[in-house]
Nanobody, 117 residues
Framework: QVQLVESGGGLVQPGGSLRLSCTAS????????LSWYRQAPGKQRELVAT???????NYADFVKARFTISRDNAKKTVYLQMNSLKPEDTAIYYC???????????WGQGTQVSVSS
């Protein structure tokens, strides 16, 4: 069964940190480009960070220098380390995996991140 399962979300104060994890099953994890997206209430889903199969990373401007994406192919897990969190980072964070045909894309179910004092 192809599946991505996120964990690590929660409530944190402004300036705090969280580490999200996304563990895959049923896919050849090492060939996938993995991304984190987020969706705040009333807003469209937006790309946060991406890591390719070779380890190249890219970040949205609004998280550069605060968030770090990484992957552990042996554990089939991608991480998002989030530091210096702001209230505007509050959203549901989704993990996405994408690979070239015949493989496709897969989404996780999301994990809630809330930043509030």
């Amino acid at each position: 069964q192809v599946q991505l399962v996120e964990s690590g979300g929660g409530l944190v104060q402004p300036g705090g940190s969280l580490r999200l994890s996304c563990t895959a099953s049923g896919i050849i994890f090492s060939i996938y480009t993995l991304s984190w997206y987020r969706q705040a209430p009333g807003k469209q889903r937006e790309l946060v960070a991406t890591i390719t199969s070779s380890g190249t990373t890219n970040y949205a401007d609004f998280v550069k220098a605060r968030f770090t994406i990484s992957r552990d192919n042996a554990k089939k897990t991608v991480y998002l380390q989030m530091n210096s969190l702001k209230p505007e980072d509050t959203a549901i964070y989704y993990c996405n995996g994408k690979a070239a045909p015949p493989y496709g894309g897969v989404w996780g179910q999301g994990t809630q991140v809330s930043v509030s004092s």
